[in-house]
């Protein structure tokens, strides 16, 4: 599956050769390194690209909630699970403005807006532009995750304003199938594809602590970093257990794994901000400030990520004066 997601990516217009091609086992090579060696090499890696006292803060709002016809075994949003998730219609463009004003004043340097769909129709572009729009008029950078883009959508997108399009690969290739089955995995390749071409930038991670071994957390980093070119933006979260879905009972995923993701990311995406996503309720202060000796750089900002729980803002805050560290207002 590996190779033909190799052949996929070159295959593309908008993708072009790699100097080099990560390998899954070289990316376990590195998985295996010693705890303290491998924080302290990406932490090197981090320095020479970042300041590594400071942290992009982005905050994200659902627009559109619940009842999405995707089965993904993570999500509470899907309407195959009963988790008691009460759907919402789109959100007025006026409120989204207001909760993009708030997260400004509170610091955030970047908007995200998230619907749950299997993706837009063209009757809900005009609305969709219309918010980015209005969200990019405070001076915010904007970034959307509405799911797979059909034909031109991309480029409407880009038209109103959206710098960042978000759209994760969840998990290895080969793991693919045993996460969701409505959606394949060159579905996602296809959408990334579209965004490059129209010019906006990329936001794409995924999810660990999904029942996955550590072989496929190296496929799933492997297949981010063999992007061409490799993400602006790169999303590593924790799964989130919901009551309701598949995935509910879980098992909880060692915090060390979690921080070696983290390193190994930064090592091959050494230009991607790496940010710490869903899952930093369940954090202790000592693992998330790992994370950022580790290379993370970027956090969501804010107490609700979507329809899950995140720290509250104050929250952070506190953490981020306790480790010296400021928030970014240039990604550029």
């Not at 759209?167 to 490059?196: F, M």
């Not at 071409?197 to 957390?217: A, L, T």
């Not at 098992?251 to 995406?269: C, G, H, Y």
Request: charged fraction near 25%; hydrophobic fraction near 40%; charge should be negative.
């Amino acid at each position: 599956m590996q190779s033909e997601v190799k052949l996929h990516l070159q295959s593309q217009a908008h993708f072009h050769a790699r100097a080099q091609y990560w390998r899954v086992c070289e990316v376990e090579s590195l998985y295996d390194l010693p705890f303290m060696d491998l924080v302290f090499r990406a932490a090197q890696v981090h320095r020479e690209h970042f300041n590594p006292n400071e942290i992009q803060l982005s905050s994200l709002l659902s627009i559109k909630t619940g009842g999405c016809p995707e089965d993904c075994a993570y999500c509470p949003q899907s309407a195959h699970h009963d988790t008691g998730l009460e759907k919402q219609a789109f959100l007025p463009v006026d409120d989204v403005v207001a909760k993009a004003k708030i997260a400004k004043e509170r610091g955030a340097s970047r908007f995200c807006m998230g619907a749950a769909w299997r993706g837009p129709h063209q009757r809900d572009m005009s609305r969709l532009t219309e918010m980015i729009a209005a969200v990019k008029a405070l001076g915010l950078e904007t970034c959307g995750t509405f799911g797979l883009l059909k034909e031109d959508m991309a480029a409407q997108l880009q038209a109103a304003g959206l710098d960042y399009y978000n759209h994760n690969l969840d998990t290895a290739p080969d793991k693919y199938a045993d996460i969701i089955s409505t959606r394949q995995y060159e579905d996602r390749l296809d959408t990334l594809g579209q965004v490059r071409h129209s010019g906006m930038k990329v936001c794409c991670g995924g999810i660990i602590g999904m029942q996955e071994m550590r072989k496929d957390r190296a496929g799933l980093l492997a297949s981010l970093a063999n992007l061409e070119p490799q993400p602006e933006s790169v999303p590593i979260n924790q799964l989130v257990k919901v009551e309701g879905v598949p995935l509910a009972d879980a098992d909880d995923l060692d915090w060390t794994e979690f921080v070696r993701t983290i390193a190994v990311a930064r090592i091959i995406m050494p230009t991607s901000y790496v940010r710490l996503s869903a899952g930093r309720s369940g954090m202790s202060e000592s693992t998330q400030a790992l994370c950022f000796m580790a290379g993370a750089n970027s956090i969501f900002y804010g107490d609700v990520l979507l329809t899950t729980e995140n720290p509250a803002d104050d929250v952070d805050r506190i953490l981020m004066d306790k480790l010296d560290l400021q928030p970014q207002t240039r990604t550029e």
